[in-house]
Nanobody
Framework: QVQLLQSGGGLVQSGESLTLSCAAS????????VVWFRQAPGGKGRDTVS??????????YYPPSVKGRFIASRNNAKNTVYLQMNSLQPEDSGLYYC???????????????????WGQGTQVTVSS
């Protein structure tokens, strides 16, 4: 059973950067696709903001709203996935979750229902 522990987040001003971390235990992140979801303030849904595939999967995905500003990366030695967020804007604010799945093989906009493993969430607030 993969367990995910998030860190990072906080309050920044528009234009600044933040990096979120998602450390795994109980399994290797090599074997799972990892998605970062964002839940906007007051929102009920969670939108994909990045997807990186497992070693047997394919693709990498960022929606147009963050492409070129957000970068997801993996450190296999630390079994950790990072989300570097640059040029942050107020509309990037929200609760960010990392989530993992062994069965998602192709990256793209994914449904939260496809992911059985979740981090605890971390708040990102961008002030204007």
């Amino acid at each position: 059973q993969v367990q995910l522990l998030q860190s990072g987040g906080g309050l920044v001003q528009s234009g600044e950067s933040l990096t979120l971390s998602c450390a795994a235990s109980g399994g290797s992140l090599d074997d799972v696709a990892v998605v970062w979801f964002r839940q906007a303030p007051g929102g009920k849904g969670r939108d994909t903001v990045s997807c990186t595939a497992s070693r047997t999967g394919t693709g990498e995905y960022y929606p147009p709203s963050v492409k070129g500003r957000f970068i997801a990366s993996r450190n296999n030695a630390k079994n950790t996935v990072y989300l570097q967020m640059n040029s942050l804007q107020p509309e990037d604010s929200g609760l960010y979750y990392c989530a993992a799945s062994e069965t998602v093989l192709v990256c793209g906009p994914r449904s939260p229902h496809e992911f059985p493993y979740w981090g605890q969430g971390t708040q990102v607030t961008v002030s204007s």
